[in-house]
């Protein structure tokens, strides 16, 4: 299994994103190899101090790199030699298994599009990441601003194959984030997505308020990508917060406890909330396996990112939304 890694794009590239690596590399169970996308010097000065498996971890020089300046749609004409486009590229010809990178969500989502393509009846690719502490896969989280009732069906449907595959949960119950749980709340679409999801999903649980996402009562629930990136961005916030305020209840000299205990504690609740944890988000819907890290992303998570990417590449994702999209095209006509 070849996975491809954009070592220039996030915040910390490319010493995270390179050390990350070979950190997937040394704790892989599988016969995994990397290959590295950006500008060689500089990947390979990050790799010396490493002390790298040259056969496990190969350089794809690229001369460009995308930052979050550059329109999206112009990321493929203006910027074709970047270790972004470089990466997907290397997807398309079937000369790598999947592509990770922690640059610009849009300009991977666009070059992505524009190079891959659609799976064959997905009328909108959207992201989805899995939420540890709740057990759930959250979809869609940024792609998509605007959706209408059959984009939310076939969101449900892809997450529901990701959270069968990735996390071996067979029938996942899904749930649609609303303002409230009545069939009738919400904006219109969402009116119609209620209607639409009763009728064609079996394990369609109606509508869940966000207070209610960490009950274990759902394992996936939809959205547009406008909520759901605002309320992944909210919880990402609130949880920093929560570790500010314990950490300066633990450093304070006043009180009386056992601070290492507590501290131990808290660090393992929090992990349970943090991106670093599931690595990044999946582009679903594409025709290719892409893994989309955040921009801030340490080498902890780069390193999960890349080890949940070579497991869907095992479980062959592709190919199981490809099977359930098609089932649900004639559905979603009928009604």
């Not at 460009?64 to 493929?76: E, H, I, L, W, Y």
């Not at 504690?265 to 819907?285: A, H, K, P, Q, V």
Request: glycine share 8%.
């Amino acid at each position: 299994m070849i996975i491809a890694v954009d070592a220039m794009g996030g915040d910390h590239a490319p010493p995270v994103i390179v050390q990350g690596a070979v950190q997937a590399v040394a704790e892989s169970k599988d016969k995994l190899r990397i290959i590295l996308t950006g500008k060689n010097q500089k990947i390979q000065k990050e790799l010396e101090k490493l002390g790298w498996n040259k056969n496990l971890i190969k350089i794809h020089s690229a001369s460009q790199v995308v930052d979050s300046t550059v329109r999206p749609s112009q990321v493929v004409k203006q910027f074709p030699d970047s270790s972004l486009v470089q990466g997907i590229k290397l997807l398309k010809e079937g000369k790598v298994d999947a592509f990770v990178s922690a640059g610009s969500t849009g300009a991977i989502l666009s070059s992505a599009l524009l190079l891959l393509g659609r799976i064959k009846g997905v009328r909108r690719p959207a992201i989805s990441v899995y939420l540890p502490a709740s057990g759930l896969v959250m979809c869609d989280v940024g792609a998509n601003t605007e959706v209408k009732a059959h984009h939310l069906l076939q969101f449900a449907i892809m997450a529901s194959e990701y959270m069968n595959h990735m996390h071996c949960v067979e029938e996942p119950k899904v749930g649609l984030l609303n303002i409230g749980e009545e069939a009738n709340k919400g904006r219109e679409e969402y009116v119609k997505a209620h209607s639409l999801l009763s009728k064609v999903l079996s394990n369609f649980k109606g509508n869940v308020e966000a207070r209610d996402l960490f009950k274990g009562k759902i394992d996936v629930v939809v959205c547009d990508g406008f909520v759901g990136n605002n309320l992944l961005k909210f919880a990402e916030g609130w949880i920093h917060h929560v570790r500010g305020e314990v950490t300066s209840q633990l450093t304070s000299e006043e009180k009386n406890m056992d601070k290492s205990a507590l501290n131990d504690i808290f660090t393992d609740i929090i992990r349970e909330y943090e991106y670093e944890e599931s690595g990044g988000c999946f582009l679903l819907g594409v025709k290719g396996i892409c893994m989309i890290c955040h921009g801030a992303s340490p080498a902890r998570a780069i390193k999960n990112a890349i080890l949940s990417t070579a497991q869907s590449v095992k479980e062959n994702l592709v190919e199981s939304i490809r099977t359930g999209i098609s089932l649900s095209v004639a559905q979603i006509e009928k009604y």
